[in-house]
């Protein structure tokens, strides 16, 4: 054979590699194992309340919290990071997690399709990290005439052991700034109580019910109070901390007249309605709320958090959450949320509702978000 017929077929040949080689869409960016999805992995299908796993702790971390966007139709390249609207799939969260369970995501409140999901984790003086997962099927409802898939478990992958200091178990917080205020309620509507010094640490005794992230803390002199997890460190274990109710909002005496601004969206808190007057143990029933546009302007798409707490303890029952579209100014938006709360029957029960928990939408009042509602659950069939 000459070299030159060599030549041409070698050349022949790298252009059938190139023409049937596949391409897939894949992450050029540098993976953080302290901020990153794990489960599920890309090209996955889901239903139902699924648990989301993975790790979210790093240095100087606030909260994290996942969101999902659904994209149109997935193609191998796609950017998920230019999905026009991500919309939340769990609520916030201050403690830290690694190689855990990261959040639910409810899939039953979510139409069938294609969507991507993206950890975005806050760290105090930085950039949020984030980290995407796509594409991610979610599949409530799927065709009879579509082929049966495998069952895909994920199989835990045990941590090589590490060297490591001795963890104290404590939960604490340590002031990260010259003064911190400590107020008697989970927001800066309540008075202040009290300071902690730059450095100071003092333990933690329990953490708002309401999803705020404040934390309820002692000080040495004995004055207990709330404190944002914005203006300190958490540090301990968080798995036994206790869920407390903060006290009502003062009422100011004497309101004062505020500037509505010319154009501006304002969300208000409307009725709470149950599609059964008697809600009953271990039986789904719907929560309905008015969520009312009373700006100037259309309001973007949001969301809707329920949090059924026991009224005896403030301890959490059930979580979950609701959307709603874009609403135009004077007009009401019913958001309906189904729930079933199997614990705690024949007590009262409080469901306290709030527009926008990681407030993405920029309103002219914040103050008028949060409407609660106080039920007796039935016994029915429950043990």
């Known amino acids: 054979m000459s070299r030159q017929l060599a030549s041409m077929l070698?050349?022949?040949?790298?252009?059938?590699?190139?023409?049937?080689?596949?391409?897939?869409?894949?992450?050029?960016?540098?993976?953080?194992p302290n901020a990153t999805i794990t489960f599920p992995p890309p090209v996955y299908v889901v239903s139902g309340e699924f648990t989301i796993r993975g790790s979210a702790n790093l240095p100087n971390m606030t909260n994290y919290f996942i969101e999902y966007s659904q994209m149109a139709e997935y193609t191998p390249g796609a950017d998920p990071n230019a999905a026009p609207l991500w919309f939340p799939a769990t609520l916030p969260s201050s403690t830290p997690v690694q190689d855990g369970i990261l959040g639910v995501w409810d899939t039953s409140q979510t139409e069938d399709g294609v969507y991507a999901l993206r950890l975005t984790v806050r760290v105090r003086g930085g950039q949020p990290v984030t980290s995407i997962v796509a594409p991610v099927r979610v599949e409530n409802q799927p065709s009879p005439f579509a082929p049966s898939r495998p069952v895909v478990t994920q199989e835990p992958v045990a941590p090589l052991p590490t060297s490591a200091p001795a963890f104290d178990p404590t939960p604490r917080v340590t002031a990260t700034r010259v003064a911190v205020n400590v107020r008697s309620?989970?927001?800066?509507?309540?008075?202040?109580v009290g300071s902690l010094l730059r450095d100071q640490t003092v333990p933690i005794l329990g953490i708002s019910n309401m999803g705020t992230g404040w934390y309820y803390i002692e000080l040495p002199n004995g004055q207990r109070g709330w404190v944002s997890p914005t203006?300190?460190?958490?540090?301990?274990?968080?798995?036994?901390?206790?869920?407390?109710?903060?006290?009502?909002?003062?009422?100011t005496p004497t309101p004062v007249p505020t500037f509505t601004p010319a154009s501006a969206v304002n969300l208000v808190a409307g009725l709470v309605f149950f599609d059964t007057p008697n809600p009953t143990c271990a039986t789904p029933f719907t929560v309905g709320f008015d969520v009312a546009n009373m700006g100037t302007i259309p309001?973007?798409?949001?969301?809707?958090?329920?949090?059924?707490?026991?009224?005896?303890?403030?301890?959490?029952?059930?979580?979950?959450?609701?959307?709603?579209?874009?609403?135009?100014?004077?007009?009401?938006?019913?958001?309906?949320?189904?729930?079933?709360?199997?614990?705690?029957?024949?007590?009262?029960?409080?469901?306290?509702?709030?527009?926008?928990?990681?407030?993405?939408?920029?309103?002219?009042?914040?103050?008028?978000?949060?409407?609660?509602?106080?039920?007796?659950?039935?016994?029915?069939?429950?043990?």
């Open 10 to 32: 070698f050349v022949a040949l790298v252009v059938m590699l190139t023409m049937v080689a596949p391409t897939f869409a894949q992450d050029t960016g540098v993976i953080n």
């Open 185 to 192: 309620g989970d927001s800066t509507d309540y008075p202040i």
């Open 231 to 251: 203006v300190v460190e958490a540090e301990g274990d968080f798995s036994n901390i206790r869920r407390i109710a903060p006290p009502p909002v003062p009422v």
């Open 299 to 383: 309001s973007p798409g949001g969301a809707v958090s329920l949090v059924d707490t026991r009224a005896a303890d403030g301890s959490i029952q059930q979580t979950r959450i609701g959307n709603f579209p874009i609403i135009n100014p004077g007009t009401t938006y019913r958001v309906n949320i189904p729930l079933q709360v199997d614990t705690w029957y024949n007590e009262n029960h409080v469901i306290t509702l709030t527009i926008d928990p990681q407030n993405l939408i920029p309103e002219f009042n914040e103050n008028d978000n949060r409407q609660t509602i106080t039920y007796t659950l039935q016994r029915g069939a429950c043990p």
